[in-house]
C-alpha cells in the first residue's frame, strides 16, 4: 500500500541553523501539507501546496519557513534559522483533492538546542 | 473557517468496557469530517471518515455517524482493547465550498488509555 514517507525520522540541530525536512508524498497525489505537532499539544496546520506553489499559510509559516517540490517527488520543508520554539514533530500529508482524507507520515521530530 | 470541539481527555477504561469520545463541529455546509489516531511514537493514521449527512464511517470496530443535527461526530467502539490506546484526533477541512485547498483543522486530541 503507497505510503508518505519522512525523513530524517529525528533531526537535532543548534538555534540558529537551518534545517531541512524531507518528506516522499504518495505518487497521484496533488496536494501536499506540512503540520507540526508541539509536544502535547494538537496538530497545526503550517502550509498546502498545490500546482508548485504555496496555496495557504497558517501564521506560524512565517519568512523563516519555506517549502519546495525540487524534483516531482521530494517536498521538502526548510527552516532557515531555527528557534527553539521550533521544536516539534512535524508532519507531511499529501492527497488526491482538496476534499477528502489527508494521507500522513510517520513524522520528523525536530529538537532544537 | 470551520472548526471542531472535542472533549478533553484523558480517558481511562478497562479492556473491554464502551467508548465514547465526543466531537462537534462548526462548519460551512457539509463537509468530510474524519477520525485521525496516533499510536504512542507513530504519526497520524486515519482512522474513519465520513462524507455526508447520517454517513457512518467504520473500521476496527469504530464507528462514527455524521449527524447534521446536532453537529455532531462521535467516535464510538463497543469493547476496547490495550491496543486500542493511542490518541484520537476529530478533525474536518477548514474551509467548505468555494476555493478550498485542503487544510485539515484538528481537535485537540483525547489520550485514551486502555488497562487490562
Known amino acids: 500500500e503507497p505510503e508518505v514517507t519522512q525523513t530524517p525520522s529525528h533531526q537535532v540541530t543548534q538555534m540558529g541553523q537551518e534545517v531541512i525536512l524531507r518528506c516522499v508524498p504518495i505518487?497521484?497525489?496533488?496536494?501536499f501539507y506540512w503540520y507540526r505537532q508541539i509536544l502535547g499539544q494538537k496538530v497545526e496546520f503550517l502550509v498546502s501546496?498545490?500546482?508548485?506553489?504555496?496555496?495557504?499559510k497558517s501564521e506560524i509559516f512565517d519568512d523563516q519557513f519555506s517549502v519546495e517540490r525540487p524534483d516531482g517527488s521530494n517536498f521538502t520543508l526548510k527552516i532557515r534559522s531555527t528557534k527553539l520554539e521550533d521544536s516539534a514533530m512535524y508532519f507531511c500529508?499529501?492527497?488526491?483533492?482538496?476534499?477528502?482524507?489527508?494521507?500522513f507520515g510517520p513524522g520528523t521530530r525536530l529538537t532544537v538546542l | 473557517g470551520n472548526s471542531v470541539t472535542q472533549m478533553e481527555g484523558p480517558v481511562t477504561l478497562s479492556e473491554e468496557a464502551f467508548l465514547t469520545i465526543n466531537c462537534t463541529y462548526t462548519a460551512t455546509g457539509y463537509p468530510s469530517l474524519f477520525w485521525y489516531v496516533q499510536y504512542p511514537g507513530e504519526g497520524l493514521q486515519l482512522l474513519l471518515k465520513a462524507t455526508k449527512a447520517d454517513d457512518k464511517g467504520s473500521n476496527k470496530g469504530f464507528e462514527a455517524t455524521y449527524r447534521k443535527e446536532t453537529t455532531s461526530f462521535h467516535l464510538e467502539k463497543g469493547s476496547v482493547q490495550v491496543s486500542d490506546s493511542a490518541v484520537y484526533f476529530c478533525?474536518?477541512?477548514?474551509?467548505?465550498?468555494?476555493?478550498?485547498?485542503?487544510?485539515?483543522?484538528f481537535g485537540q486530541g483525547t489520550i485514551l488509555t486502555v488497562h487490562p
Open positions: 501546496f498545490y500546482n508548485n506553489e504555496i496555496s495557504e
Open positions: 505518487s497521484n497525489h496533488l496536494y
Open positions: 478533525a474536518l477541512p477548514s474551509n467548505a465550498g468555494g476555493t478550498s485547498y485542503g487544510k485539515l483543522t
Open positions: 500529508a499529501s492527497s488526491v483533492d482538496s476534499y477528502n482524507e489527508q494521507f
